[in-house]
């Protein structure tokens, strides 16, 4: 029986508090109720996108297959975070087990990861596209584009394999309330009571590799980019160039920005309410963006989207 007790206190107190968003606010039920509609948003969203490109033969190009792989992302992403924060808050549980925490961990540090380097992949196909159009056929095949999608898994998964088994192996003898809404490294180690200076450093050493490189291939891509739209004889060309340039580059000033601010500033301008706030935006509120602004600011998804209601009308009548 004593052997019993002392497992059980053992697990609460390896348990994680999550002190989350819904402590933050004055109307915790309405909030819930507000992040599971965007959820189910999301999802929605997302994953329309996912069987437009799917289905529809026009669709069936490298750049829309990218767009399904980033929305496929989308879905992982949020239902990292979001379906366990709305459950916990409706039972009225906070609490999380170290493993669950780990797995959390590394699910969201291999997405974000795989996410920045599927936005430097689609601003490559963009490059492509525009500056060898004739070429394009063959420099993103199908088999080029699977390498690609395949790379940028893999570049990911190494993040999450390599930052999280650390972060989780420290010893957290503080107070095991993580002020936070999920477990993110940052507020993880934060928790810790043993000298986490070097990690921190080459955590932001790996950052800053990982955003590095991304950013090196959209800037020169852009760069190449806006010199061939400048060239450009035709106003028509400009514009469809630009159209297809915007989108991308809109996404990416969201989630670049955000990740910029959580993993690279200094700590002296982090508050756990200013990092929660930029967490909700890019786990919770761009993947609800990126589907609208891929298919509203496109002709072909709304094409497309159009055929389906169509079909959909025609089947009814």
Not at 176 to 184: G, K, L, S, T
């Amino acid at each position: 029986m004593k052997n019993m007790n002392w497992i059980a206190n053992y697990t609460e107190q390896s348990d994680f508090i999550l002190v989350g968003i819904f402590s933050q606010s004055n109307h915790p039920a309405l909030l819930c109720v507000v992040i599971f509609v965007i959820f189910l948003m999301a999802l929605t969203g997302n994953g329309v996108l996912i069987l437009l490109i799917h289905f529809d033969a026009h669709l069936h190009s490298p750049m829309y297959f990218f767009i399904s792989q980033l929305s496929l992302m989308d879905v992982m992403y949020i239902s990292v975070t979001v379906p366990k924060m709305v459950i916990d808050q409706v039972m009225g549980i906070n609490k999380i087990s170290a493993p669950e925490c780990g797995i959390q961990m590394f699910l969201y540090v291999t997405l974000a990861g795989s996410e920045f380097f599927f936005l430097a992949a689609m601003a490559y196909d963009r490059y492509v596209a525009i500056c060898y159009p004739l070429h394009y056929p063959v420099l993103m095949s199908h088999k080029v584009c699977l390498l690609l999608a395949s790379g940028c898994w893999f570049l990911g998964s190494v993040d999450g394999f390599m930052l999280t088994p650390i972060t989780m192996m420290f010893p957290f003898c503080k107070s095991r309330e993580i002020h936070h809404f999920f477990c993110e490294v940052p507020a993880v180690m934060k928790l810790s009571c043993s000298d986490t200076s070097l990690y921190e450093t080459l955590m932001y050493l790996c950052c800053v590799l990982m955003l590095l490189i991304p950013v090196t291939v959209i800037s020169s891509s852009y760069f190449f980019i806006l010199l061939t739209i400048h060239r450009m004889n035709s106003a028509e060309g400009r514009k469809k160039a630009f159209a297809t340039c915007s989108s991308h580059m809109t996404v990416v000033i969201l989630f670049y920005g955000a990740a910029m601010y959580t993993y690279m500033l200094p700590n002296s301008y982090h508050t756990p309410e200013k990092d929660m706030v930029v967490s909700v935006f890019y786990t919770i509120l761009t993947p609800v963006l990126n589907p609208l602004i891929y298919s509203l600011r496109n002709k072909d998804v709304m094409g497309a989207l159009k055929k389906v209601f169509l079909l959909q009308y025609s089947m009814i009548h």
